[in-house]
């Protein structure tokens, strides 16, 4: 009990003194997430709203494909990308392995699964709603699918705040491209792994904690979006409709 108590009260002190080495770390983590989530919203959102509206042959084959991927484990995905840039991989000439880029790439495609199905589930929902007239209006698939994505923005903000909690709690696929590097691919997830195993408890405590923060804060900016949400929805169906003179 006095070694936890011992460990959390350092572990505080780290963060209070803002060490160096600590804060090195935090920062790379979240440069890293919100890099590839960058990289798979901005793939995500287009593949998604596009997969909400249009209607093909073999649709089906494809959400089937892309919900199995959100359950591929994170290991597996390292794995792949593991794979792709070693150097008898084909992307092996990129000498990427063991890098911020191969990291990003793995988390990116960690994420992706994630923002299209999401983003595809929304605006399905909303192409329910509103596709009909849109469709009357001679709107092609493309431009619903945008329109409707706009629509539903406010939405698509939880999914994106979402897929960053979901890349920044990562540390399979990172610690397998990655290589857990001191000073260069070191992030929260991998270092605290690291730590643990060294005994080094204050400093794998310190991570934890700013990851939990990080972590929750996420979560409570998600719960804002979506009462700010509701509440201009509400304001919106509550305002009467003016009726020109």
């Known amino acids: 009990m006095s070694s936890l108590t011992e460990s959390a009260s350092t ?28 990289v798979a919203c901005g793939l995500g959102l287009v593949l998604g709203a596009w997969l909400g509206v249009a209607r093909f042959a073999g649709r089906g084959v494809v ?26 991989g084909p992307l092996g000439a990129l000498g990427w392995l063991f890098s911020f880029k191969a990291m990003v790439l793995a988390q990116a495609l960690l994420v992706l ?23 009357s209006m001679g709107a092609s698939p493309l431009l619903r699918s945008l329109l409707l994505a706009w629509d539903e923005r406010y939405a698509l903000l939880t999914v994106l705040i979402a897929s960053f909690g979901r890349a920044i709690s990562e540390v399979g696929a990172v610690m397998i491209v990655g ?19 060294k005994g080094d408890l204050p400093l794998a ?19 804002l979006v979506r009462r700010w949400r509701e509440r201009v929805d509400g304001a919106a169906s509550s305002t009467p409709v003016g009726v020109a003179a």
């Open 113 to 135: 699964p994630v923002v299209t199905a999401l983003t595809r589930q929304a605006v399905e929902d909303a192409e329910r709603a509103h596709g009909e007239q849109l469709r």
């Open 11 to 38: 572990a505080l002190k780290l963060i209070a003194e803002s060490d160096p080495a600590l804060w090195a770390i935090v920062g790379r983590s979240l440069a890293v997430s919100g890099t590839a989530c960058l």
């Open 63 to 88: 959400l089937a494909l892309l919900n199995t991927s959100l359950a591929v484990p994170s290991v597996v995905v390292g794995l792949l990308v593991y794979l792709l840039l070693s150097r008898s």
């Open 205 to 223: 405590l310190a991570l934890g904690i700013i990851l939990l923060t990080v972590v929750l804060a996420l979560n409570v900016l998600i719960a």
């Open 179 to 197: 290589g857990n590097i001191d000073g260069f691919t070191r992030v929260m997830t991998t270092a605290i792994a690291l730590e643990t195993s």
